[in-house]
């Protein structure tokens, strides 16, 4: 979708030539429930004539089904596509617009206000360059502005745009438009946020978000799209520090052999020496190619294919740097985490973790704090729990590449996979290397060992004439399950349970944590009551 132009009538290869060489801006909506944020969404569209005739009859058509605003027309309904959404008049799931005006090319992304869909804002916020805060004017500063406030600058996002909204309700007041922006303020000074410019607004009438409102003569400053249009986001590109992760090996005969991905940080020149990581194997670049031909030059952003002087061994999920130049590799590292399923973070339990383009396994050793959205302050944890931000210890059973995410996000940022269902449970942004302390925290616990294992460790003993072979099948679903057991003697049983092991006995054993009564029992029986026992 894109603004009407004349040159789409005249001159069409013109029109998409300019078209192709409009800057790009990513920005989302976020803040509290009910603030407007898809309402605003649809404004803007609207009001710059970026939504078709058809929309537009549909969205009328709608309003007055699953509208919340009378005889106007929902805006909201452009963006709230789920049914759950209408019927609640919430937003649920990110959902992004494409639109172009004369200067720029934008993407949307339309987040969630409530808590627990924090994870879904922060999925959002990831790849955008500015976040359009909303507050209700009638309510201020609130728990999830704040919330939203801090993630967005955990992701290292410098421009923010707080829309107070429905200023229509409060007679468009002036006091009450410097109170809110004090308080945000005094809130934003806490964070890493730059560039913060305060707006008021009313999203449903459209009052300052693209055209300038006649009912605030008091504000002088720029409109939301006047300020979208104008931001300067090129500078916060990180030109110095060269990252190409290799997402790609392309082979396609015996005389090409180039490495693909797209530069995360930093520029890149054909006859500039390169290390590749993890194996610390030299050469120099010797042609950057891309669909459109040779570059003499490559910058962040750009998805290319370098070709390298030297035959050397480089494969996907390794990192490309300029020799000089180098990133952090270690295995073990600090992150602040943004957890994201209901099943809270265990210390211990090994995770799959993916970074740039690798991938590898690790655990979560120590939580450092849990961080109060609110008041910024930090508390002790031992675990996280859903939509909770905590800076915690990770130890990976590799050395990977990584930089911290405020310097070079691209290489500094991983996400944390369920080992059994492989779903996205968690987000981590890279503080640093952390310090080896494995003396200094002594030794393990029965407690880590179970929680590593995800089992209580016990002496199980199994009574019946085939007390063997109900021993030996039940190691074997074991197993299977992920679950580390055993099979031991009554004598060496307890040794089992002290490495955090299952002791699986046939017969009886003094001082067995559980007895059972397997005769003629199956071995999925014995499960069920393992688990009942709280065993596995």
């Not at 090319?105 to 409530?114: L, M, Q, R, S, V």
Request: with cysteine; charged share 25%.
């Amino acid at each position: 979708m894109s603004n009407q132009s004349e040159l789409i009538a005249s001159d069409i290869l013109e029109y998409l030539k300019q078209h192709e060489n409009k800057q790009m801006l990513r920005f989302l909506t976020c803040g509290n429930v009910d603030d407007g944020k898809s309402t605003l969404i649809g404004r803007l569209l609207h009001d710059s004539k970026m939504i078709y005739e058809d929309q537009l009859a549909a969205i009328e058509k709608d309003s007055a089904k699953s509208g919340t605003t009378g005889n106007k027309i929902d805006l909201a309904l452009l963006m709230d596509g789920l049914a759950a959404e209408r019927e609640q008049g919430i937003t649920i799931d990110v959902a992004y617009r494409y639109f172009s005006t004369t200067k720029r090319k934008f993407i949307i992304a339309d987040t969630p206000g409530h808590e627990q869909y924090t994870r879904n804002m922060a999925t959002g916020a990831s790849t955008c360059d500015l976040a359009i805060i909303l507050i209700d004017a009638r309510y201020g500063v609130q728990t999830q502005t704040k919330r939203h406030s801090f993630i967005a600058s955990l992701l290292g996002i410098k421009h923010v745009v707080v829309a107070i909204n429905k200023m229509d309700l409060m007679g468009f007041d002036e006091a009450r438009f410097h109170e809110i922006k004090k308080d945000y303020q005094e809130f934003a000074d806490k964070l890493n946020l730059p560039n913060v410019h305060c707006v008021p607004m009313s999203a449903l009438d459209g009052d300052n978000v693209v055209d300038r409102s006649t009912r605030s003569p008091w504000y002088t400053g720029q409109t939301l799209m006047e300020i979208l249009e104008t931001v300067e986001v090129s500078k916060d590109k990180n030109l110095v520090n060269f990252r190409l992760p290799v997402q790609y090996v392309n082979r396609p005969n015996l005389d090409f052999r180039g490495f693909c991905g797209t530069i995360a940080s930093g520029t890149i020149k054909p006859g500039e020496t390169i290390m590749a990581l993890p194996s610390q194997k030299t050469s120099k670049v010797e042609r950057i190619v891309t669909f459109d031909g040779d570059l003499e030059e490559g910058f962040a952003g750009q998805a290319v294919t370098l070709t390298l002087e030297d035959e050397i061994d480089i494969s996907r999920g390794d990192i490309i740097v300029k020799i000089d130049d180098q990133p952090i590799v270690s295995n073990k590292l600090n992150a602040n985490i943004v957890w994201m399923t209901e099943k809270p973070m265990t210390v211990g339990k090994p995770y799959d973790l993916k970074f740039a383009s690798s991938a590898t396994a690790g655990t979560f050793t120590h939580v450092h704090h849990l961080i109060d959205v609110n008041t910024l302050e930090q508390r002790s944890a031992e675990e996280i729990q859903m939509n909770e931000i905590g800076l915690v210890q990770v130890s990976l059973d590799k050395a990977v590449p990584f930089d911290s995410y405020a310097r070079i996000p691209g290489t500094g940022a991983f996400i944390v996979i369920d080992r059994l269902t492989n779903v996205t449970i968690g987000a981590g942004m890279i503080v640093g290397e952390a310090a080896d302390d494995s003396v200094e925290r002594g030794p393990l616990t029965a407690d880590e060992k179970a929680r590593r294992f995800n089992q209580k460790p016990a002496i199980v003993a199994i009574n019946a004439t085939n007390a063997e072979q109900l021993v030996s099948a039940l190691d074997r679903r074991l197993f299977e399950m992920g679950r580390v057991a055993g099979i031991a003697n009554a004598k060496d049983a307890e040794v089992l349970k002290s490495a955090g092991l299952v002791a699986l006995v046939a017969g009886g054993a003094d001082g067995a944590d559980v007895s059972l009564a397997a005769e003629n029992e199956s071995v999925e029986s014995l499960i069920a009551d393992l688990q009942e026992q709280g065993i596995i």
